[in-house]
T-cell receptor, first 114, second 110 residues
Framework: EAQVTQNPRYLITVTGKKLTVTCSQN?????MSWYRQDPGLGLRQIYY???????DKGDVPEGYKVSRKEKRNFPLILESPSPNQTSLYFC?????????????FGPGTRLTVL | GIQVEQSPPDLILQEGANSTLRCNFS?????LQWFHQNPWGQLINLFY???GTKQNGRLSATTVATERYSLLYISSSQTTDSGVYFC????????????FGGGTRLMVKP
């Protein structure tokens, strides 16, 4: 089944404890990205990647890191999480070019930072 | 950046009713998608529709790119249609970044 997977789905952690949220897709997509969703602020892009070893900032990159060492994986790293990073996080993937740019979203990771 | 506005913000329907959700955007786009966010928070792809009309069962969508709007039609609504519907667009030179509208929160009552 074609899908985007994220782990963990739920995480409660404490301020300053480094964490990684994994994202993997099995559709051979070049493009991957991370979004966060907050009440009243909607969904906003954190980082994106156009291909392996190519990453760039979205609208709200502060406090996050990403890497793209393999085409299928795009982990989101919070080196020192803070309470304002409590949010619902989505990973997405899609094709690039060819006039078709549909993006597919993972199931979401609900993160609480105490 | 591009602005995306959805209307109405909230909608309550009786089961079986029809509805139309609207998405207006402020610039030309190369991607327009409609999503349904279910009560568990998952974003479900409904339509990829940068232009034209598509139908999938009780749902259909139309995008008039030249006039910068898209419509999502829900016919014979069911309680499982409840949730939030998002329109999202991307511009050619925006790294495929999707800009989301504020959503329409739909509640279908039995």
């Amino acid at each position: 089944e074609a899908q985007v997977t994220q782990n963990p789905r739920y995480l409660i952690t404490v301020t300053g404890k480094k964490l990684t949220v994994t994202c993997s897709q099995n559709m051979n997509h070049e493009y991957m990205s991370w979004y966060r969703q907050d009440p009243g602020l909607g969904l906003r892009q954190i980082y994106y990647s156009m291909n392996v070893e190519v990453t760039d900032k979205g609208d709200v990159p502060e406090g996050y890191k990403v890497s793209r060492k393999e085409k299928r994986n795009f982990p989101l790293i919070l080196e020192s999480p803070s309470p304002n990073q409590t949010s619902l996080y989505f990973c997405a993937s899609g094709t690039l070019g060819g006039g078709y740019n549909e993006q597919f979203f993972g199931p979401g990771t609900r993160l609480t930072v105490l | 950046g591009i602005q995306v506005e959805q209307s109405p913000p909230d909608l309550i329907l009786q089961e079986g009713a029809n509805s139309t959700l609207r998405c207006n955007f402020s610039d030309s786009v190369n991607n327009l998608q409609w999503f349904h966010q279910n009560p568990w928070g998952q974003l479900i792809n409904l339509f990829y529709i940068p232009s034209g009309t598509k139908q999938n069962g009780r749902l259909s969508a139309t995008t008039v790119a030249t006039e910068r709007y898209s419509l999502l039609y829900i016919s014979s609504s069911q309680t499982t249609d409840s949730g939030v519907y998002f329109c999202a667009v991307a511009r050619n030179n925006a790294g495929n970044m999707l800009t989301f509208g504020g959503g329409t929160r739909l509640m279908v009552k039995p």
